[in-house]
């Protein structure tokens, strides 16, 4: 399933940087990406 969600992403941004990270053991302690990254500012 990886493989087409990462498809369907490069397909509709292809100039995107587009890097995959493994979050299970973030998820599984109670975090979240989008709370570890809602402090990171905008380029």
């Given amino acids: 399933m ?9 397909n ?3 100039k995107a940087y587009i ?8 998820a599984l302690r109670g975090g ?3 709370c570890a990254s809602m402090t990171v500012p905008l380029p």
């Fill in 2 to 10: 990886e493989k087409e969600a990462e498809a369907a992403y490069r």
């Fill in 32 to 34: 979240a990406l989008h």
């Fill in 12 to 14: 509709v941004y292809p």
């Fill in 19 to 26: 890097r995959w990270i493994d979050s299970d053991l973030m």
